[in-house]
T-cell receptor, first 114, second 115 residues
Framework: DAGVIQSPRHEVTEMGQEVTLRCKPI?????LFWYRQTMMRGLELLIY????????DSGMPEDRFSAKMPNASFSTLKIQPSEPRDSAVYFC????????????FGSGTQLSVL | AQKVTQAQTEISVVEKEDVTLDCVYE???????LFWYKQPPSGELVFLIR??????QNEISGRYSWNFQKSTSSFNFTITASQVVDSAVYFC????????????FGGGTRLMVKP
């Protein structure tokens, strides 16, 4: 299996622009997670999907962030408009079922908002 | 309150030394899972181990060992005879049954193993 695939690996954008991060989970996995990693706040869970349905989005910072999972093989995390404080590494992870299972992480997207 | 605390933000050892990374967790759940993940300089997070709350047996895997003690709410990780390739950030994490089984990470411990 190819593992969890994230794109792009790096994204540099200007403040105010829309940013879309993409994730393809491992085939057959029912749960998908978006995490953000910064030096100040460490690894934060943004949102968790189970069977394509958002289960908990309490970690989403504000209305500028939105996430979708239109089908079992694709998810997006969108930031509109982006701000410099959104600069971070964004990880997508999937698991067969829930957070009690081993999570398989993608390589992450390094986002820089200038 | 932070649910997973890794008090050591950074540890530096010389190769072949043993090193223990501490993890203290907080939960009111009786059913939960504890994890350790490794993040090498390449950036990807790699699963190391999972324990459930009903299994307090310590585990050894090669140079790695884990000590789970419910009485002190700790799940410590020891690397024996450390090697330069062990240099990474190590995260302890908790998944609680009553929190939707979402995985919450500690702040991580950066381990530097010098030759």
């Amino acid at each position: 299996d190819a593992g969890v695939i994230q794109s792009p690996r790096h994204e540099v954008t200007e403040m105010g622009q829309e940013v879309t991060l993409r994730c393809k989970p491992i085939s057959g996995h029912n749960s998908l997670f978006w995490y953000r990693q910064t030096m100040m706040r460490g690894l934060e869970l943004l949102i968790y999907f189970n069977n394509n349905v958002p289960i908990d989005d309490s970690g989403m910072p504000e209305d500028r962030f939105s996430a979708k999972m239109p089908n079992a093989s694709f998810s997006t995390l969108k930031i509109q408009p982006s701000e410099p404080r959104d600069s971070a590494v964004y990880f997508c992870a999937s698991s067969p079922e829930g957070g009690w299972e081993k999570l398989f992480f993608g390589s992450g997207t390094q986002l820089s908002v200038l | 309150a932070q649910k997973v605390t890794q008090a050591q933000t950074e540890i530096s050892v010389v190769e072949k030394e043993d090193v223990t990374l501490d993890c203290v967790y907080e939960t009111r759940d009786t059913t939960y899972y504890l994890f350790w993940y490794k993040q090498p300089p390449s950036g990807e997070l790699v699963f190391l181990i999972r324990r459930n709350s009903f299994d307090e047996q310590n585990e050894i895997s090669g140079r790695y060992s884990w000590n789970f003690q419910k009485s002190t709410s700790s799940f410590n990780f020891t690397i024996t005879a450390s090697q330069v390739v062990d240099s990474a950030v190590y995260f302890c994490a908790l998944s609680e049954n009553n929190a939707g089984n979402m995985l919450t990470f500690g702040g991580g411990t950066r381990l530097m193993v010098k030759p």
